[in-house]
């Protein structure tokens, strides 16, 4: 008897790891504005956040330029990243036989598990020399395009994989229904699957940019880390994440805390899309499986999934 | 009033034990699926309990050992006597865990469909015993044999004990939940339904399998066919939407019916 | 030109690093109370400095030394209330800060400015290096060259070389462009040089190597000769810091590295030799 | 052109089309200016050929890392000391760093991870308590790995003095992926039929006797799935552990010792010029790393789901 742990002691030992990541939440909120409010309320928010001139051998520090930086190669990102991303999704989850689909797309899951700074180094090696001698593009090489090409790939199997689940979530009925019509496979695809797995891929698409605004290492190595508004997608930009790293090595005093604080604005940033991605994910579950009322409390869910076999329907049932 | 003891449940378990329910009534949220009723079974019978989907038959048996209220959400009014023993009483429930744990040693129950664990036949059997604490090989084994025995299954698997569970036949499996249940040596073994999928041959084993082990176990019968109830049934209770409408000796409850509802599920007119 | 590995990138030890192992590493604190009492020498600073001094260490057989990084500015004030025997600093101190130190120069470090191996280009004034990095020089062509924009490439801010860079090149008030591009590796920003017919960056004289050119800056090419005499300007110190002049096992391992012995294993590394005293 | 159009139009439809009368069918077509087949084929073509470049990609990050990474790989490279600050030598300091790394990550993550799960699954039921749990963590996972950097940085290395070392890299590791076990095995768990629990109670087991009996055996293969998802992510990562386990090139001894991990000793390789074909050895051992660890994931997924029938 004694191996065996009494419930309740369980009980209060799980709630404690499960209160863990919230505790690991709660520090990184403490540290991250303990080391970086400091120089935001000293300098205004405002003039932190809008302000055009990152100089912290001169005490300034403001964040527009690598704020842009972060929109623009998301932005470009997703540009390049959103339609073969769904369309990859469409065609594993509604036109591949079965026996593709269980190769390819774990193949393309794949694809998130490769460390950020081998693409990185691919892009360096491959992409900005083919940009630099490109006549068509020209510049440094080193540039927003660099990085958003390195961030399409890296944001795909994030936009798949969620997208093909938000898709196989939506109920056969809905395709048999649109053929049954008449319709052809795209038309059943664009007019019916689609908008029901809207919020599901948009779910993704969030995550995806969430991914992309986060990504550091390889776009350091890619971007050219110029702090200055940029002008066309060939300009060499700094992202949030690369003024963090970058200047991590020999930063201190204001300087390091002005790191951190750039470290909260891509905290807040990050949370934000977080919170819109859990939205549209918990609009899916709500909308795709209407019949059932959202299960909250452990009466209703019994009442669902009930003691009874044939779940007791009342009198209705006689009717 | 006080909650029943851990205490009040230690009997030795070799005999059948009688249940009573008092105005026992049982609902899920604002759901009713009992109203209050009282019921008194015997020890040592069978006693069958039939009626439409809905009736609140499968409520009324997962409540005699408490698995509607703590697994399913449900909440019981009223009392509940297990053997003399209080399990529920003026709507206070048994919370112990490790009384609990008692309580469904002592009344086992077979579910409608079967649910063998994903190991092996021996181990389906021993698990019971072992969650009690029993670890010797030699008792374990005999156990398991004397259960599979009682239950009818021994001659099909003495020879691949370690076989999976779900690689047997439904039948079989089946008879391998009964055997699971008995391996505790339980005082009442609660029967959802148990037959509803089964072979006919499976079914007359299980059958079998209650009348001899009546005279030790009191088995409590929810069926959806009131041929197995006439068969095996000593005492039938008749529930309808959430009430029971009457019970009676099997034989005179076929035979003469004192409620027009009864009646007229005996004669199939709905369920 | 080979660094020590803990060289190359113990860069990211801030100058918090200091105190955090002397307050916070139980084993840290033992250690160097233990090394103090058997005489060993602690050398605490300079992130630039430390792979050199690490080597030294190495080569010196006349007691343990340790060092630990932190930056120059925790070097200093490790000097000021000795928890280290030596302060490293690869900048000139503040005349806040030198009060009460003796400063040794133990090696100087030239930054060469370099660009392509292909270039053209040979020699530049330092006005046209600051005109090239305040972006109002933006084409080769302007200084004679091909008809191509210059890619200009800088280290970060808080980087010692850029510190210096900044210093000596654009002075107090010039700034360099927003648009020059940015990397925290000397070895990779070589790197980009070498691979960009077009771009100009400076590293640590030690990084030279044949894959692109130093410029000869106001017509002095940097070379041991021309820092070590210090005709060629962009250049900085390195130097150990010391409260009053060294005494005893400090004073001999001082007098190791000004040595022949020492000086020649900075010039195996890349830096310039300074006389011995 | 126009011709096409009709001849593909025209000539499959007879055969497909049995309906008496040609009704009108009311189409839902979003095109206006193709007719259904046409989009219907365009559509086939660009979804697959979006499909192809998609995997042709892939190929290509594997194919240019192994084309030029693995003549780089020999025995006295992986079991060899660097020189030369990795120019010359081997990895081998950087594959021990990266192995104790992740088992100090692991060794956090999967006790936690595994705990908030179980509670999660089985012991609570949709209420404030576990949406908040639930939040938490789902916030914690779309943190950027370079704000665990900072955090780990900022609070295992200076402010509870672990100094760089194995033990904060771990620690800051463990926290970032501590969301991926605890998602993968709640899942799992609740993936586990209520059956097995009802019969696993029914026999007299208490709620934590039927998890640890039943649900977790059941659930082992789904459950260490996510952490071995949870190590590939830890093998992979270099901003969070440049700033906490550090970068110094030497087996550690102890957990208090600075440790270079695989990525981060190619990152440094990388953008400092040091040495391409080192580089190139280093990520072709990372990629083949992170290629077996899927295919374990993939492999214990299927049995888990095969478990389950």
């Known amino acids: 008897m004694s191996k065996r742990l009494p419930d309740r002691v369980a009980a209060r030992i799980l709630l404690g790891a499960a209160s863990s990541a919230i505790a690991i939440l709660a520090l990184i909120t403490v540290f991250i504005f303990r080391e970086g409010l400091p120089v935001i309320i000293d300098r205004g928010p405002l003039s932190f956040i809008a302000g055009m001139r990152w100089a912290p051998s001169q005490g300034e520090y403001g964040l527009l330029p690598m704020i842009a930086g972060s929109a623009v190669v998301t932005a470009g990102a997703l540009l390049l990243g959103l339609p073969l991303g769904i369309a990859c999704a469409i065609t594993l989850a509604e036109m591949a036989p079965p026996r593709a689909r269980t190769v390819l797309k774990p193949t393309i899951e794949l694809l998130a598990g490769i460390p950020s700074v081998v693409y990185g180094f691919i892009g360096m090696e491959v992409l900005v020399p083919f940009i630099r001698e490109n006549p068509a593009f020209g510049g440094a090489g080193y540039s927003a395009l660099a990085a958003s090409v390195i961030l399409a790939v890296m944001v795909l199997p994030t936009i798949v994989g969620i997208s093909i689940d938000a898709i196989e979530a939506v109920p056969h009925s809905f395709r048999e229904g649109s053929r049954a019509l008449g319709a052809t496979q795209w038309q059943t695809i664009a007019g019916v699957v689609l908008p029901a797995a809207r919020s599901g891929i948009v779910a993704g698409v969030i995550l995806g940019i969430g991914r992309a605004v986060g990504e550091t290492m390889a776009v350091i190595m890619v971007a050219g880390n110029s702090v200055r508004m940029p002008h066309s997608l060939l300009d060499p930009v700094r992202t949030l994440t690369a003024n963090i790293a970058l200047e991590m090595g020999y930063a201190s005093g204001a300087h390091a805390q002005a790191l951190f604080a750039t470290g909260i604005v891509l905290f807040i940033i990050s949370l934000a899309l977080n919170e819109l991605a859990g939205r549209a994910r918990r609009r899916r579950r709500v909308t795709q499986t209407v019949p059932e009322p959202t299960l909250t409390t452990a009466e209703t869910r019994a009442e669902l999934l009930g003691g009874d076999n044939a779940p007791p329907l009342g009198r209705e049932h006689f009717a | 009033m006080s909650a029943p003891s851990a205490d009040a449940l230690q009997l030795p378990a070799a005999v059948a034990d009688s249940v009573r329910a008092t105005g026992l009534s049982i609902r899920y949220g604002t759901r009713v699926a009992l109203q209050p009723t009282d019921l008194s079974i015997a020890a040592g019978t069978v006693h069958g309990i039939i009626g439409p989907a809905g009736s609140g038959k499968t409520s009324f048996l997962r409540t005699l050992n408490l698995m509607s209220v703590e697994l399913d959400g449900a909440v019981a009014d009223g009392s509940l006597l297990i053997g003399g023993a209080e399990v529920l009483a003026g709507g206070v429930v048994l919370r112990d865990p490790s009384a609990l744990a008692q309580l469904r040693r002592r009344v086992g129950i077979v579910f409608a469909t079967p649910q063998p664990l994903p190991r092996s036949i021996f181990e389906n059997v021993a698990y019971g015993p072992r969650i009690a604490g029993v670890t010797d090989r030699a008792e374990l084994d005999a156990t398991v044999e004397r259960s599979l025995r009682a239950a009818q299954l021994w001659d099909e698997v003495a020879d691949r004990l370690s076989l999976m569970a779900t690689r047997l036949s439904g039948g079989q499996q089946q008879r391998l939940c009964l055997a699971r249940t008995l391996a505790l040596n339980p005082s009442i073994v609660l029967l959802d339904e148990p037959c509803s999928g089964l072979d006919p041959i499976s079914t007359a084993r299980i059958e079998e399998t209650l009348r001899t082990l009546k005279s030790r176990i009191t088995f409590v019968l929810v069926t959806n066919s009131i041929y197995q109830a006439e068969r095996v049934a000593d005492d039938t209770s008749f529930f309808l939407m959430g009430e029971r409408i009457e019970t009676a000796p099997t034989a005179e409850l076929f035979a003469r019916a004192s409620r027009q509802e009864t009646q007229d599920y005996l004669n199939g007119r709905f369920g | 030109m080979s660094l020590t590995p803990h060289a190359q990138t113990a860069r990211w030890i801030r100058p918090l690093a200091t105190l955090l192992c002397v307050l916070a590493v139980p084993c840290c604190t033992s250690s160097r109370g233990k090394e103090s009492e058997r005489g060993g020498v602690v050398l605490a600073g300079s992130t630039s400095i430390q792979p050199f001094a690490e080597q030294w260490a190495e080569a010196y057989h006349g007691g343990r030394v340790t060092v630990q990084a932190g930056g120059s500015t925790a070097g200093i004030k490790a000097a000021h209330d000795g928890t280290a025997d030596f302060g490293m600093s690869s900048r000139e101190l503040h005349a806040s800060e030198a009060e009460g130190l003796v400063q040794t120069v133990v090696a100087r470090d030239g930054i060469a400015v370099i660009v392509h191996a292909s270039n053209p280009i040979h020699q530049l004034s330092l006005a046209q290096l600051r005109a090239i990095y305040n972006g109002e020089i933006s084409n080769w062509r302007a200084l004679g060259g091909d008809d191509a924009p210059i890619t200009v490439i800088t280290r970060e801010e808080g980087s010692g070389t850029r510190d210096t860079f900044q210093e000596i090149v654009m002075g107090a008030r010039v700034e360099i462009a927003s648009n020059a591009l940015v990397t925290a590796y000397s070895g990779g920003l070589r790197k980009m040089v070498a691979e960009d017919r077009h771009a100009i960056g400076y590293v640590t004289f030690s990084q030279l190597d044949n894959r692109v050119h130093a410029i000869a800056l106001d017509g002095i090419l940097p070379t041991e000769v021309t820092i070590a005499s210090r005709a060629y300007r962009l250049q900085r110190p390195f130097l150990f810091l010391t409260r009053g002049a060294a005494t005893g096992s400090a004073a001999a391992f001082l007098t190791f590295v000004l040595s022949i012995e020492g000086q020649a294993i900075a010039r195996a590394e890349g830096l310039a030799p300074v006389s011995a005293p | ?309």
Request: glycine fraction near 8%; aromatic fraction near 10%.
């Open chain 4, 1 to 309: 052109m126009t011709a096409y159009t009709a001849a593909v139009a025209a000539s499959p439809s007879p055969s497909r089309s049995p309906a008496p009368a040609p009704a009108p069918t009311p189409s839902p077509s979003p095109s206006k200016f193709a007719s259904p087949r046409i989009t219907q084929q365009f559509a086939q073509i660009a979804l697959w050929s979006a499909t192809a470049l998609t995997i042709a990609i892939l190929l290509f990050v594997i194919a240019f890392v192994m084309r030029r990474g693995l003549g780089s790989i020999s025995w006295s490279f992986l079991a060899g000391s660097p020189r030369k600050s990795g120019a010359e030598g081997g990895i081998f300091p950087t594959i021990v760093s990266t192995l104790y790394v992740t088992i100090a990550a692991v060794a956090v993550a999967t006790p936690l991870g595994l705990g908030a799960a179980i509670y999660l699954a089985e012991y609570t039921s949709e209420g404030w308590v576990s949406g908040i749990i639930r939040r938490g963590t789902e916030s914690l996972a779309g943190i950027p790995s370079i704000i665990f950097g900072l955090f780990g940085f900022a609070f295992f290395v200076t402010t509870l003095g672990l100094g760089w070392s194995v033990l904060s890299g771990g620690l800051t590791l463990g926290a970032m992926i501590l969301p991926t076990v605890i998602r993968t095995a709640e899942e799992a768990l609740r993936a586990v039929p209520r059956e097995y629990r009802h019969v696993a109670r029914s026999l007299g087991a208490t709620r934590w006797d039927a998890i640890r009996t039943v649900v977790l055996p059941v659930a082992a293969p789904g459950i260490m799935t996510g952490i071995v998802l949870g190590i590939a992510r830890a093998v992979s990562e270099t901003a969070a552990v440049i700033f906490t386990a550090g970068v110094a090139l030497r087996i550690p001894t102890s957990l208090f010792d600075s440790a270079r991990t695989m990525s981060v000793h190619f990152y440094t390789l990388t953008m400092e010029g040091i040495s391409d074909s080192q580089a190139y050895g280093t990520a072709a051992v990372l990629v083949v790393t992170i290629l077996l660890m899927n295919v374990v994931a993939y492999t214990l997924m299927h049995r888990f789901t095969r478990n389950l029938r």
